[in-house]
């Protein structure tokens, strides 16, 4: 049978050590040693084990479920215990060809919910487009920051952290805003690679983006949440109902996560990110004060490296929103614009097929915004495109079929 039993948790001033025992066949997906240690850049020293121990059940649940295991543990907080099977249930609908089993099983349980009234939010935030449009919509409610470090940034990759770090506690300077740093080894402690392995033929999707990164990345918000009597915790959305897919980070699985009496909310729903990049450009016309994105994952040292496809995205709903990209972290030559573009032409035929209706919703801002004679000329083709025709599956599988012949003759 597969289990796990929590040995020992502990909190030493900004730091909680979860140590644990792994039996059974699943084994092989728990890499070793067996501890989870998270840091915190700020104490988190009156916190129970009760509420330090869900970063790490928020990032194993997942795996129990699928897998069947049992978790074995002393003590966990009511509130976080109670809302186990509604989040569940999300994963359970948005996946109905798996059976997800498994539980955990704890001595006992302990309500911490705080008794005084508090109006604290806190957001994740990374400095990308969904998180800067979270940020606006409750910049009057002074939200604290938190950013995660082993999400998309690696250890190794200090020179990239020290960036964003500098970058989002300037931000926070900027907007007189409370900022926590979570260094996490959420996506180094599982065999990521095989885990998704089992799940992909039957879900499309790998593991940290069809299982894990929603409820795993909000877990760590519970120990600071007990420990500063926060409230509300908003985490950004990246899609909306008409382009909604299956993903981890959804409103019925993140809404119904709850610990230590606060509440989890998947902000921004409503919003496209065309929306988002429009609602973040009035925000710096009204301000006045330039704002750099952070939306690449490509690039080491955590900048935008403008030639993946999520930064082209971004540069394109900028450029249709009438902005100029250079003016929000996106540092190019005039000249290479089209080349980008170019790419980009390329890449939207191997996205997934919902996000179609983004590329209408950027196309209709850019016929709103541009008359054809007005559109730079390395936009035409996007301006004139007809959608459905260029992206349809047929013309999806020739374009495989050239980028596989193009790899085939570079060889
Ligand atoms: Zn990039």
């Known amino acids: ?17 979860c140590t644990y025992s792994v039996s059974g066949e699943w084994k092989k997906y728990f890499l070793t040693p067996h501890t989870f240690i998270v840091e915190y850049s700020k104490s988190i020293d009156t916190v129970p084990p009760s509420v330090a121990v869900i970063p790490f059940l928020c990032n194993i649940l997942p795996v129990a479920w699928i897998l069947d295991g049992q978790v074995i543990l002393e003590n966990v907080d009511k509130d976080f ?117 089992y799940v992909v033929k039957e879900t499309g999707n790998n593991w940290w983006y069809g299982f894990q990164h929603g409820v795993g990345v909000i877990g760590h918000a519970a120990p600071y949440v007990y420990q500063y009597n926060v409230k509300t915790i908003y985490i950004a959305s990246s899609f909306t109902e008409e382009d909604r897919s299956t993903c981890a980070s959804d409103p019925s699985i993140d809404n119904n996560v709850r610990f230590c009496g606060s509440r989890v909310i998947h902000d921004g729903f409503e919003y496209s990110r065309q929306d988002k990049v429009n609602r973040i450009s009035e925000y710096v016309r009204r301000s006045g004060a330039p704002l750099n994105l952070r939306v690449c994952w490509e690039s080491e040292g955590g900048s935008n490296c403008c030639n993946c496809e999520k930064c082209h995205l971004t540069i394109l709903c900028l450029l249709a ?69 260029e992206l349809s599956p047929q013309k999806r599988i020739m374009y495989r079929f050239i980028r596989k012949a193009k790899r085939i003759t570079r060889k």
């Open 1 to 17: 049978m597969n289990k796990i039993v929590i040995d020992d948790i502990r909190v030493i001033e900004n730091r909680l050590e």
């Open 81 to 197: 215990y109670d809302s186990i099977d509604k989040f569940k249930q999300g994963f359970i609908d948005m996946y109905p060809a798996l059976s997800f089993k498994g539980r955990i099983i704890p001595s006992k349980v302990t309500d911490n919910k705080h008794h005084d009234n508090s109006y604290k939010t806190a957001a994740f935030f990374s400095g990308g487009v969904d998180s800067f449009s979270t940020l606006i919509s409750h910049i009057d409610e002074t939200p604290i920051l938190m950013t995660l470090w082993g999400a998309d940034i690696p250890f190794e990759d200090q020179a990239g952290w020290n960036l964003v770090d500098n970058y989002i506690e300037s931000i926070a300077n900027d907007k007189k805003l409370d900022y926590v740093s979570i260094k996490t080894p959420l996506r180094r402690f599982l065999d990521e690679a095989g885990l998704s392995e």
């Open 321 to 389: 929103g009438k902005n100029d990209p250079r003016e929000y972290g996106f540092s190019y030559r005039n000249d290479e614009l089209a080349n980008m573009m170019k790419d980009f032409r390329m890449e939207i035929h191997f996205t997934h097929p919902s996000c179609n209706i983004l590329y209408h919703i950027i196309q209709e801002e850019m016929h709103k915004n541009y008359k054809v004679n007005d559109v730079d000329k390395s936009l035409k083709w996007y301006y004139k495109m007809d959608i459905e025709k």
